[in-house]
């Protein structure tokens, strides 16, 4: 099993020991990663999962046994019920683009333009592919003066819309070998320095994206001014001594998992000797920002965002 494979696998089992997918939904997932009944079986109870039903116990309409209580999740009241309000300001409309990839391919993407951009930044969705809240982002960078462009890195598979749901869009992204998501990333740069005016370039990304984030600071890539990775797992040997991009790295107290690399990615950016600042947000979780999540919460989430833009503002414009 890849990196790749292991963290998306992992995540999997996580949401299900949170109470947010039942046990059948998870083991379909981890099935599409590739992953046998016994050994998904065995990650879910090694990540926290409840026992496995025995005949006779009550189950749900799904025929698992109803959900655990949630492990660390935010309360109720920083959940899906705040979707109405993501941080930031109102996004400005994205439209869909294509652009040249490497060996002759055609990636995809969504593209906001600022009205007077401060500076230009490439948008690295999460597991999902190119859903509406990356492309809410993009928008909201935009109208904070930063014009963005949210790549869709299924693109040579026909992009995330191809996918009958999210859950096969992950299991292609986990196929996926590094350097390809590295060559994508780097066209994406090249694209934005196309439509900026020569703007610095900057990136973000969550989740997976965040991963993908020190994946690009750990390609030799010269261009970027600056980055923001949010509870992203770091590339085993993360080597960033060929960016000189500043970086501000996103962690959620109650996400361990991930947590688990942010020494190790202090190390390295000390290593490289890049300006880099690390803020670790108290009582939240994995995906706190993402605010069409179970896991959403509107405080740290605009206190982030604010965080970002102040960064953005020193490095970048």
């Known amino acids: 099993m890849t990196p790749i494979q292991r963290y998306l696998a992992e995540e999997v089992a996580i949401d299900h020991a949170d109470g947010l997918i039942p046990r059948r939904e998870a083991l379909r997932r981890l099935g599409l990663l590739g992953i046998a009944l016994p050994a998904a079986s065995a990650l879910l ?108 890195l299924l693109s040579r598979e026909g992009g995330t819309a191809a996918f009958a749901d999210t859950a096969q869009a992950t299991a292609k992204l986990a196929e996926i070998p590094p350097e390809r998501f590295v060559a994508d990333m780097k066209a994406g740069l090249g694209e934005l320095t196309k439509r900026a005016n020569g703007a610095k370039l900057g990136a973000i990304g969550f989740c997976f994206g965040g991963g993908m984030t020190w994946l690009l600071l750990s390609s030799s890539e010269p261009r970027l001014s600056a980055a923001a990775p949010f509870y992203g797992p770091l590339p085993d040997h993360a080597d960033f001594t060929g960016t000189k991009a500043a970086v501000l790295a996103i962690y959620a107290e109650q996400d361990a998992r991930v947590n688990a690399s942010r020494d190790a990615a202090k190390a390295a950016l000390e290593k490289a000797g890049l300006p880099h600042e690390i803020v670790t947000f108290p009582g939240v979780n994995h995906a706190f920002f993402n605010d069409t999540g179970p896991r959403y919460n509107a405080q740290a989430a605009a206190q982030a965002y604010q965080r970002v833009l102040d960064w953005f503002g020193e490095h970048l414009s």
């Open 45 to 152: 109870t090694a990540c926290g999962s409840p026992p496995e039903p025995t005949r006779g116990t009550p189950a749900t309409s799904s025929g698992a046994a109803a959900p655990a209580a949630s492990s660390g999740a935010p309360a109720a009241s920083s959940g899906p019920a705040e979707s109405a309000s993501p941080a930031g300001p109102s996004p400005l409309p994205t439209r869909p683009i294509t652009f040249p990839g490497p060996e002759g391919t055609t990636l995809q993407g969504a593209w906001a333009a600022a009205a007077n951009p401060k500076g230009a930044v490439l948008v690295i969705h999460e597991n999902r592919g190119l859903t509406d809240h990356i492309r809410s982002v993009a928008g909201r960078l935009a109208a904070s003066g930063y014009s963005a462009l949210a790549i869709d």
